[in-house]
């Protein structure tokens, strides 16, 4: 079991706490016509998310999927800034033109959400090509689900990073769906960190990637071989995501029992009864930070609202570097 000190623990809280709050005000605001564009929710996926993050300075680099709310939070990105992108506002993170799958904040190592399943892995290979060239003990992540597995990228990626011992992991978030489909139906083996053997390199598994603690500990062993200079890792977390797999979804390829079944598997709650039963932080502690990431997410709502609109001309700025 890994030790942390009380103030570690309750900064995973807050990041935690801080992804639930964010997205759940934001799914309220796509129905209200206030966020624009699809957008995929991270609730259910915040020990998955924090337990990973956590482990990287803001000299690491790290590459996002299309459900890039979590990790992007969990590496402080500002919530302000956030919601403002995502409600298309000149004062987002990328100007208000890119909305949920386009927020990066590289002063943090935040390369940003990707609209394109895949598309992280072949990036996060290049920027650790370049940590290689450069010698610095900078590690690079690449955040994927399960689905995005089996896309050519991710073979080819791994292949690469393989042969040339490159500080990659290759972080997935298994939570059994890619859009309607199955892992089952997808794929013929039970896990995906398995797939490292074929590249001579090892696998990390997380049976339960909602104990930011299991997950935390898992990333660990991961981060210590690749910063190391080891040569890249596979890790494998299993998570669920509550909500339908973007704004558009009616949800009808799972049961209902399914979902209640993963929802008692809350990670909030988990923390929050570990937290409470080790005697590490009290009920009446974690209110307070729970307050205080709502009247966060409240602020980032008052912001984001009155920020105006971008100006069109800046449609074609940052297309080309000077
Ligand atoms: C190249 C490409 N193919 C298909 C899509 C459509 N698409 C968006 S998300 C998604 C499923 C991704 O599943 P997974 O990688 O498991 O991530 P999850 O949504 O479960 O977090 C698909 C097929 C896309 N955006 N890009
Ligand atoms: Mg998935």
Known sequence: ?????KEEHLEMFLKMERIREFDLRIN???????????THFSVGEEAANVGAVQHLTYDDIFFS??????????????????????????????????????????AKGNYGTNGIVGGGYAMAVGAALTQQYKGTKNIVVAFSGDGATNEGSFHESVNMAATWKLPVIFFIINNR??????????????HLYTRAEAYGIPGFYCED???????????????????????????????YRWFGHSTADAGVYRTKEEVDEWKKKDPMIKYRQYLTAEGIATDEELDAIQAQVKQEVDDAYEFAQNSPDPDLSVAFEDIWVD
């Open 1 to 5: 079991m890994v030790t942390l000190s």
């Open 209 to 239: 990637g909602n104990d930011v603690l299991a997950v935390y500990e898992t990333m660990g062993k991961a981060v210590e071989h690749v910063r190391g200079g080891n040569g890249p890792a596979i890790v494998e977390v299993e998570s």
């Open 65 to 106: 999927n299309h459900r890039g709310h979590g990790q992007s939070i969990a590496q402080d990105m500002d919530l302000k800034a956030m919601m403002a992108e995502l409600a298309g506002k000149a004062t987002g993170v990328s100007k208000g033109r890119g909305g949920s799958m386009h927020v990066a904040d590289f």
């Open 28 to 38: 309220k605001l796509v129905r209200r016509g206030f966020v624009q564009g699809m």
């Open 177 to 190: 769906y890619g859009i309607s489909m199955s892992i089952e139906n997808a794929t013929n083996t039970p």
